[in-house]
Structure formats: structure tokens, C-alpha cells
């Protein structure tokens, strides 16, 4: 045994001096960037090869290149990942407490993200600037605030519940109009269905699109924003009031009439947007960002006959049939470890360029719904699915976005639960159930 | 032995020292901190807080991790059937003197194991897509338009149709360890049987089966340990869906820690992973060991 | 070396019978294989089609070749950068891989020391482990000792990842390998580090080419160190510049399939170049009880 002591012990040492040489290595790389440059690092999720293509991604990498022209003495290294990539790969880092100087956080995260101490609170460095502090909608720097602190800038706003449909396929079944209220949409289902057509098409695959285009907004129909609020103090609502079981319902109920596409859990909403414009269904249920894909990527006959509009009133319900669930949902955060001095006023910068004001403009004049108010922008170039779909977010009552608000733990049953509703394992009542033991579990740990 | 074939300790040590320490370092400490991290509650960042076994306890009543344990097991049980048996069935029939093209089998059939499981995935959730899949096309070349399904959207058969990519993708890799396996007992051992009289399937029970019991053990556990830690091809074909029925261990652990935020508990699933598929394996290799054992005293 | 037992055997049973019999497992066997190719051959040929075509037949051959789906994944995956970083890492993890498990699969073979079992025991535990349930820890570990994105980073993990099976396979080829042979080189004065690199390493070329291709094929496919242990663009590998594009077109499946397709490029010339001495290799190292 004595030999594997001595194999243990080499193999650490080995360790050892592969750790010692790595990390001169590492300081000698930061003296670099020491003598005088600003060095920030920056991770997000918006994509060179997206500009053009999705508002966000436009305007937010159009700052950066305006701030590297502008501040040629700051270095920015930069790591653009998809999506899903992002989301592991930031999980890893925050573990290790080893985030970049500046990230994404999606606002779901945030509560977590406090109290672990990874981000910083920018209260102080916005009430230096407070024009742009000021130029944010109301409400959209809430869900990255946390008792009081700001702790993340928002990027885009607007409503996550939209529905997108398409006119000429309503009027061939006799609706000049979206149906207004459920019978109607159930009624305008089962003609569709008689012609093959799908009344929504619906992709679930990604876990996540049903809680947050149609549960959140569904819900509140039936409940109204009170019973969130007393969620999210913890002070007796409950996900088995009738409210909650009642909206799963609705949706479990066009599922098994068949309105919605047969592989409505193994689509992703790429997918479930182009069963649209192929005609395979009237409608879909999206967020604010599917506009510009409707307005660049649907064929002419279907995009001249998309309308938009929103979930009507449910029977009874206490919510605002007006209302949509928006508000901002993803930020930027800064790493809790930089301190005040010339970095962080450079990032405070940085942050300025990618969601204040004149990207703000650009993204509103390329189809988005920015965060920050950008006042008067040209919308002449806007194709008016988009500028409808504008018009509705800011009319729009937001209510919350529960997927960002919920803690995690609660957002993963809801997000497994609803595909076991709509593929017909489960019932609403013991998805509800399932859901408020998570909701417990998680108020008996607060 | 001669001593001249015999290196000193030293010289021993060197040789085997790069291999241990580099396994050992990216292998075993990473284990060793997932091991530590299960008595603690942690959501990631520098706070910890020690709640020694209540992670183990919650995993004792956690009936999602125990059902994708199931799911697991369902797994091995068809890997077992459509990996390893069907391979050994293939075997014997590329060594039957009535086959053609041997090589052209063996060549295609293992293709499909040099393949990323992104593409596998990739392939086959466009297989059993419902409006451009190639299995409902077939369907509807045979006439049988009415069995066309969302295959991916079954929760029920949802285990059996993910394995199946696992093993259309193993088969060939299993059919050439058999060969290997075969081909070293056929020369001999089939003559005696020719002197028997043996014929077919009876040979293949009475003969084949009892010397092959090495090679079908080693590829058993193989199969076991691949079902049992499996990932990427849920992954990316279902994400576990739809809800949880095709959930599997590790992925659920990954799931806990990526997007329920909870590392510590996280940790503690991969430990119990481990535990639970090591002593499946030991089960398993005492079972067989016996079998053979008894059968050996039998024939 | 056919088997002389099974045509006798065949011999004695009713003709039109052994017909049948070999008529159906010629079937199965060409049904099987069949199965196995013609999903690739469709992936490949449909990645010629237009979204139009296909949505129109999913199964029927492309009408003209529409090659700018490759030209296409080319330029949106940046390959060439992508494919030189693959091949660095995917080669030098091979070579190491090779070298470890040929040395440590020798001494398994044929020396006798203490813990030798404890040992192989050992690296067969890593057949167990679940990396990505593990990926928290492996990221703490490679952070904490400056090893997390250099372009060395992911040999580390690929080569330990990678040395199970090999091992395994080459002390189960080299048991095969007769002793006299040692024995031999030990009379002519070699010694026993000559012997083992200049004797028996030649000898292990079948075992050591099939250990090559095999962990070649899981070294360029590896996807979830690659994301977690590397930050800077430069250095990525294939799998996930597929992944990006997967995210970039999930709903145009021919061009889909054209990234798909340049991905398993490399390992399908690889394979199809070297498959019957991949095949060969396999099956001499295989266990053989």
C-alpha cells in the first residue's frame, strides 16, 4: 500500500506544480492589461450573427461597437454564447464565483444571485447618472431589484403574452374578429379542426414557453395580480385555488379538444412559428419578440393577415382582459467583486451604450420594445404587425412574468408539470398539487 | 520470471505515474468535492452551510429521482434485449457460412458508433417527427396513414422510442465485441459439435452460449454502465419530456443543478448515481458469475 | 476457417429448409444494415434540398443540388477555425491516450505488483462516473488550478476521460502475445523499457490503431467540457459551433442537415478510410474470456 500512498501524494504534487505554473502565467497576462488599460470582460447572449435579425441583438452589440469606438483605451473581451449554452454555462461560473465583470442574468436568477453576493448593487453609480437612471419605463428595473437595490440594468421590456393570428383564416370560419371570450375560442377551434387547420400551434420543448406566454397571463385572467402579489409575500394564496387550476384547465382542455398541434412538447417555438406560416394553424401564442420574426421570415399572404391581440376575459375572472404578463426579464448585471474607480465607472459606461437611450431607438426602429424609453423614434419603417404589436405593449397592464419572479425550484415543476397536462398524464388538479408542495417546500426554507 | 523482464519499482512507478495522476486529478478529485459539497446546502457562490445527511434524506423521498432511476433500469433492460442480445444474434448469423457480405455488415453497422450523440439526436427526433419524419412517411407508404403519431409526445412507450437511437447506435460496436469473443471459440469447439450433431439454434444454446459467457458478461456491464449513466441523447431528444417520463438519473441531476440552482443537492444525486450503478454492476456480475458457474457444473 | 460444422450440420437438414433459413438471415442481416445507412444517406441528400422541397416530400431525391447550404454552414460556423482546433485537441489527447493506455495495458498484462487489481479496478471505475452531473466540480477544479481555457485545457479531461476502455483492450491483445517473445529479447541483453517500445509496441499495432480511431470518434464528438472549460471563441471545437447552428436555423432542415453533415465529415472519411482495420482491431483486442 505504501507505493499508492507514494502515487496519491506525486500526483498531487503534480497538481501542485501545474497550479504554480498556470497562475504565473495568469499574472503575468494581468500586468498587461495593469499599465493603465481598462480591461472588461463581457458575457451575454446576443449573437453577431443575430443583428439584423432580432431587435436585441442589434441594438445591445451595436453599443458595443459604438463604445469601443468612442473608448479606444478600454479593452473588451467578449463571449458570445446561444441561448441554452449561455444559461450552463453561467450556472458553472456563478458556482465557482468566478463571473466575468459583466453578464446576463435572467430575472428569475436574480433572487439567488443576491444572496449568494455574486452581483453589486448600482444604486450608487445610477444616482450619479440620473438622466439615464430616470429613462427606464416604469417598472421595468423591479424584477432585478431586490429589497430596495438595483442589481440589474434592463434590456428589452414588453409582454411575453401575445397572440399572433391570422385574419383571413378567422373569416373563413365567420370571426371578423379574435374570439372574445373562451366559448368563442373554442368554438372557432372546433371549426378549424373541421378544416385541418389548428386553432394554435404550440412548442413546449424548451420548457418554459408555457409558463411564460400562456400561464402567466392566463392565470392572472382568472385570479387577478392580487393573488400573485400574495404568492410572492407568501401570505395564503395558494396554487390549489380555484384561479390557478382553472387556467391549467383551459389549456388542458384545447389540448385534448385537439386544437394545437400533435407534437406540441417536442416542437421548439421556432418550429411552432413556422406551422404558422405554413398555414398549419391560425394562430400562436408568443412574446413581443416574434413580431420582427413574423415581419421578416412569414410569406406574404400570411403576414399581410397576421393580427395581434391577447387572451380574452376568463368567466368570472378577476384580472384586467387588457392585461398582458410583461416588463423586463432579462439584465445586466455587474460582478459583486468590482470596486468603484475607473473599471466600473468604464462598465457603468459600457452599460450605457448597449440599453440607454440611442439604442434604445434603434431597437425600437428595428421592431423591438426596449427597456428604456426612447421617446419619439422613426416608425415609418415599421411593418405595421410590428407597430401594432409596439402599440399593444405599451398599452398593455403588464402583470408579472411569473418564470421571473417564482423561484427556480417552482418554475421547474410548473415548466414539467404543464407538459405532463397537455400530454394528457396528468390532471390539472395534481399538477396544482405538485406545484404547491414545491411552493411549500420552498416557503418552509425562506 | 526472469529478472531482466522485471523493471525496479522505480522504473515502474514512472511508467504507470503520468496515466494515475492525470486520471486521478480530472477523474477522482472532481468526485471527491462533489462528495464533500452533498452535506451542504448550496446555491451556487462562495456561501455554504453544512446540513450533513439531509440530502441524502430528501433523496430517499424523492420520487422523480427514483422514477428516472426506473427509467434508467427500463433502459438497461432494452439495451440488454436490442444492444447486447441482438447483437450476439447478428454475430452468429455473420459467422453462418450462409450470410453474404460479411464485411459490407460489419463495415455499416458500425458506423453509426463514430457518431456525436448531437447528430444522433439530431437524426432521430427528425425520424420521429410528426409532420416531416421519416417513420410516419413509412407508415404512410404501407398504407398504415392512421398509426402516424407525435412519437416524441408518447409519455407512455416515450422510453422504448429513446432507446432506440441508443441502440441502433451500439449494435454494431456490440456485434463486433461478440464476434471477437465468437471467433476465438469457433475453430475447435464447433468441430466437437459437428461430431455431436449439433444443428442451429440448438448449437448455438448448447454450444455457443456456455463459451461466449465471457464476452456477453464483459458487454452486459458495458451495457449496464452506459444505460446507467446516460445523458446526451435525452438530453437533446426529449429534455426528459414530456413532464418527467423520460427523465434518467443523470439527467436529472443536471437539471438540479443548473436550473434549480441547487449544487449541493445536485452533488449528492451524482454521488448516489455512482452508488446505485455500482451496485447494480456488483449484483449483476454476481448473478452472472453464478449462473456461469452453475451452468458450467450442468453441461 | 469458415465453419466447416455449420455445413455439416446444414447437410443433414431438408433442402428447401436450409434455403429458407439462409434466405432469411440474409435478409435481416441486409434489412439491418440497411437500416443502419439509410438514415445517413437521407441526411445527406436531403441537406442538398430547398426548406420548399423537402416540406413538399420529405423522402424523394433533391431536384437540382443545392450546394449553398454548405456554403452557408461554412461561413456561419467560421468550420475551418473550428475543424484546426478539433484536430489539435482530438490529436494530441489521441497520442496520449494511446501512449498511457499501451504502457499501463502492458503492465497489466504482464507484470505482477502489488495493487495491479486495485488498480484496474480503478480506471475501470471511470466506465461509472457521470461527467455532466459532475460539471460544477470539474469547473471549481480547473479554476482553482489556472487550467480552464488554454488550448491545452481539454486534453486533461479527454485523456482521462478516455483511458478505460482502452486499457482494457490492450492488456486483454497483449495477453494474447506470446511470453517466449520477452523471454527471447531478454536473452539477446535488451532491456526491459527497449523491449516493451521496440518489441511489443510494433506487435500492438491492430490494438493501439483501433484505441486511436475509437477515442479519435469520442474526442471530436465531446460537446459539455468544451462549453464549460473554454470562454475564449478562438479556441472552440466542432460540436459546439454545431450547436450554435443548430440555434441559428431550428426550423430549416436541409441547411440543418448541411452543418450536420460537415461535422461528421472528418470522422466519416476517418472511418470509412480506416474501417477494416478499426474492425479488424476491435475484434483482436476484444476480451476474450
Given at each position: 500500500m505504501k507505493k499508492w500512498q507514494a502515487v496519491l501524494s506525486v500526483s498531487v504534487t503534480c497538481a501542485m506544480l501545474m497550479n504554480g505554473c498556470s497562475n504565473e502565467a495568469e499574472t503575468s497576462n494581468g500586468s498587461k492589461s495593469a499599465d493603465g488599460q481598462v480591461s472588461i470582460k463581457l458575457m451575454h447572449?446576443?449573437?453577431?450573427?443575430?443583428i439584423g435579425k432580432s431587435p436585441e441583438d442589434t441594438a445591445v452589440l451595436d453599443g458595443v461597437e459604438r463604445f469601443k469606438k468612442d473608448h479606444p483605451e478600454v479593452e473588451i473581451v467578449e463571449e458570445q454564447l446561444q441561448n441554452e449554452d449561455y444559461s450552463i454555462k453561467a450556472q458553472a461560473l456563478a458556482a465557482a464565483d468566478d463571473m466575468p465583470d459583466v453578464f446576463i442574468v435572467p430575472g428569475s436568477w436574480m433572487t439567488n444571485f443576491v444572496a449568494n453576493g455574486i452581483v453589486l448593487p448600482l444604486n450608487e453609480e445610477l444616482d450619479k447618472r440620473p438622466e439615464w437612471r430616470d429613462g427606464y419605463r416604469p417598472g421595468t428595473l423591479d424584477a432585478g431589484t431586490r429589497d430596495g437595490s438595483v442589481y440589474g440594468i434592463p434590456i428589452a421590456a414588453g409582454p411575453t403574452h401575445l397572440i399572433y393570428y391570422n385574419a383571413d383564416l378567422f373569416a373563413d370560419i365567420g370571426y371578423d374578429h379574435f374570439p372574445k371570450d373562451w366559448d368563442e375560442v373554442m368554438d372557432a377551434g372546433s371549426k378549424l379542426a373541421a378544416k385541418g387547420i389548428n386553432l394554435f400551434s404550440y412548442g413546449d420543448k424548451g420548457k418554459g414557453y408555457a409558463l411564460s406566454s400562456w400561464i402567466s397571463a392566463l392565470t392572472d385572467r382568472y385570479n387577478g395580480p392580487a393573488w400573485t402579489e400574495s404568492i410572492l409575500a407568501g401570505n395564503g394564496a395558494a396554487f390549489t385555488d380555484a384561479g390557478f387550476i382553472q387556467a391549467i384547465t383551459t389549456m388542458s382542455n384545447l389540448s385534448k379538444s385537439g386544437y394545437l398541434n400533435k407534437d406540441m412538447n417536442s416542437v421548439d417555438g421556432d418550429t411552432m412559428v413556422s406551422y404558422y406560416f405554413e398555414g398549419r394553424s391560425a394562430a400562436f401564442v408568443s412574446g413581443i419578440w416574434s413580431a420582427m420574426n413574423v415581419v421578416n421570415n412569414a410569406p406574404d399572404n400570411v403576414k399581410n393577415a397576421t393580427k395581434v391581440a391577447v387572451f380574452p376575459a376568463a368567466p368570472g375572472g378577476k384580472g384586467n382582459p387588457l392585461a398582458s404578463s410583461g416588463g423586463a426579464g432579462v439584465y445586466y448585471s455587474i460582478n459583486a467583486k468590482i470596486k468603484p474607480g475607473p473599471k466600473l465607472d468604464a462598465i457603468m459606461t459600457l452599460l450605457e451604450y448597449m440599453t440607454g437611450s440611442q439604442s434604445a431607438k434603434l431597437m425600437a426602429e428595428v421592431g423591438g420594445f426596449p427597456a428604456?424609453?426612447?421617446?419619439?423614434?422613426?416608425?415609418?419603417?415599421?411593418?405595421p404587425i410590428a407597430l401594432a404589436a409596439y402599440e399593444a405593449s405599451a398599452a398593455a397592464d403588464a402583470t408579472k412574468i411569473f418564470d421571473l419572479w417564482f423561484d427556480a425550484s417552482i418554475v421547474e415543476v410548473i415548466n414539467t408539470e404543464i407538459q405532463s397536462v397537455m400530454s394528457g398524464a396528468r390532471t390539472p388538479e395534481q399538477m396544482a398539487e405538485a406545484v404547491q408542495q414545491a411552493y411549500k417546500t420552498f416557503l418552509s426554507k425562506r | 520470471m526472469g529478472k531482466a523482464l522485471r523493471p525496479s519499482s522505480w522504473l515502474m512507478l514512472l511508467y504507470l505515474l503520468p496515466g494515475l495522476s492525470i486520471y486521478s486529478f480530472v477523474v477522482l478529485v472532481p468526485i471527491f468535492s462533489a462528495f464533500r459539497y452533498s452535506f451542504y446546502s448550496w446555491t451556487g457562490g462562495p456561501k455554504r452551510s453544512f446540513i450533513g445527511l439531509d440530502n441524502y434524506v430528501e433523496i430517499m423521498r424523492d420520487h422523480v429521482f427514483w422514477q428516472s432511476f426506473l427509467n434508467n433500469g427500463l433502459m438497461t433492460v432494452y439495451g440488454l434485449i436490442g444492444q447486447v442480445g441482438l447483437a450476439f444474434l447478428f454475430a452468429l448469423f455473420l459467422l453462418s457460412r450462409a450470410v453474404r457480405f460479411k464485411a459490407l455488415h460489419r463495415t455499416i453497422s458500425f458506423f453509426p458508433s463514430t457518431l456525436a450523440p448531437i447528430i444522433i439526436a439530431f437524426l432521430w427526433t427528425l425520424i420521429y417527427?410528426?409532420?416531416?419524419?421519416l417513420l410516419n412517411e413509412g407508415l404512410k407508404l404501407l398504407g398504415l396513414e392512421r398509426l402516424a403519431q407525435s412519437w416524441l409526445d408518447l409519455s407512455g412507450p416515450i422510453v422504448l422510442l429513446v432507446s432506440i437511437p441508443l441502440s441502433w447506435q451500439n449494435i454494431g460496436f456490440y456485434t463486433l465485441l461478440m464476434l471477437a469473443g465468437l471467433s476465438a471459440i469457433n475453430k475447435e469447439v464447433l468441430e466437437v459439435a459437428e461430431l455431436d450433431g449439433a444443428t442451429g439454434f440448438r448449437k448455438a444454446w448448447y454450444v455457443i452460449i456456455p463459451l461466449a459467457k465471457p464476452t456477453l458478461m464483459v458487454a452486459s456491464l458495458l451495457c449496464i454502465a452506459n444505460n446507467m449513466r446516460g445523458f446526451e441523447h435525452i438530453y437533446a431528444m426529449t429534455g426528459g419530456g414530456p413532464g418527467n417520463a423520460s427523465s434518467v438519473m443523470a439527467l436529472y441531476a443536471y437539471d438540479t443543478s443548473f436550473l434549480r440552482f441547487r449544487y449541493g443537492y445536485g452533488s449528492a444525486l451524482a454521488i448516489a448515481i455512482m452508488a446505485l450503478t455500482l451496485l447494480i454492476i456488483l449484483l449483476s456480475a454476481f448473478a452472472l458469475q453464478r449462473k456461469r458457474s452453475t451452468d458450467g457444473g450442468g453441461s | 476457417m469458415e465453419l466447416r460444422a455449420e455445413l455439416a450440420a446444414e447437410r443433414e437438414s431438408p433442402h428447401l429448409m436450409r434455403f429458407g433459413k439462409k434466405l432469411a438471415m440474409n435478409a435481416i442481416m441486409l434489412l439491418f444494415t440497411a437500416s443502419c445507412i439509410f438514415p445517413l444517406l437521407w441526411l445527406g441528400y436531403s441537406s442538398l434540398k430547398t426548406q420548399a422541397e423537402f416540406s413538399n416530400s420529405i423522402i424523394s431525391l433533391p431536384g437540382?443540388?443545392?450546394?449553398e447550404n454548405y456554403a452557408e454552414a461554412i461561413k456561419l460556423t467560421n468550420m475551418p477555425q473550428l475543424s484546426l482546433n478539433s484536430i489539435r485537441v482530438t490529436a494530441i489527447s489521441v497520442v496520449l491516450i494511446v501512449l498511457i493506455a499501451f504502457i499501463t495495458g502492458y503492465f497489466v498484462a504482464r507484470l505482477q505488483f502489488k495493487g495491479k487489481r486495485l488498480m484496474v479496478i480503478y480506471y475501470l471505475f471511470g466506465l461509472l462516473v457521470p461527467i455532466h452531473a459532475l460539471l460544477v466540480p470539474v469547473y471549481l477544479l480547473f479554476k482553482e488550478t489556472g487550467l480552464a481555457d488554454h488550448w491545452y485545457t481539454l486534453v486533461i479531461p479527454y485523456v482521462a476521460f478516455n483511458l478505460s476502455m482502452p486499457i482494457l483492450l490492450v492488456s486483454s491483445y497483449v495477453t494474447g502475445i506470446p511470453k517466449e517473445i520477452e523471454e527471447a529479447a531478454a536473452i539477446d541483453g535488451l532491456s526491459f523499457s527497449r523491449t516493451m517500445f521496440m518489441i511489443i509496441m510494433p506487435m500492438a499495432v491492430p490494438v493501439l490503431t483501433t484505441v486511436a480511431i475509437l477515442q479519435f470518434f469520442a474526442c471530436w464528438n465531446e460537446f459539455s467540457f468544451a462549453l464549460v472549460l473554454l470562454?475564449?471563441?478562438?479556441?472552440?471545437t466542432v460540436p459546439l459551433g454545431m450547436s450554435y447552428f443548430k440555434s441559428q436555423y431550428s426550423t430549416n432542415y436541409p441547411q440543418l442537415m448541411a452543418g450536420m453533415v460537415l461535422s461528421m465529415l472528418p470522422v466519416t472519411i476517418m472511418y470509412f478510410a480506416f474501417s477494416s482495420r478499426i474492425i479488424a482491431g476491435v475484434m483482436a483486442g476484444a476480451v476474450k474470456g
Open positions: 447572449r446576443y449573437q453577431t450573427s443575430n428604456f424609453d426612447p421617446g419619439q423614434f422613426d416608425s415609418a419603417k415599421l411593418h | 417527427n410528426y409532420n416531416y419524419g | 437540382k443540388l443545392h450546394f470562454k475564449d471563441a478562438s479556441m472552440r
